[in-house]
């Protein structure tokens, strides 16, 4: 397999690899996230959240057409902006319940 065509392959993993972690870290920077909310995220997570997740757009966009690219990129953020949040409240639910 030569250079380019290993690079097309990995382009949608490393795409969405990085998008999932941009929507993860966009997530715990904002002020209501349930992760941690005793610790405030600092300014550095969401840059480094829009960083991941922008990156991770334009790695899409070499492996697909324009379109394509910014509905999977809108479905991974969406997917994990839907998720985490309910995750994070039942394991928050767990930690209050009366033992």
Known sequence: MTGSALAAV?????GLVLTLLGAALLYRA????LLRPDQPAGRGVARGG???ALLGLLVLLTWSG???SVFIWLTALMLVWSLLPLAAAW?????????
């Open 10 to 14: 990995l382009a949608l993993p490393a």
């Open 30 to 33: 904002a002020p209501n996230q």
């Open 50 to 52: 829009w960083g991941a």
């Open 66 to 68: 324009q379109a394509t």
């Open 91 to 99: 394991r928050a639910g767990d930690r209050k319940a009366p033992k």
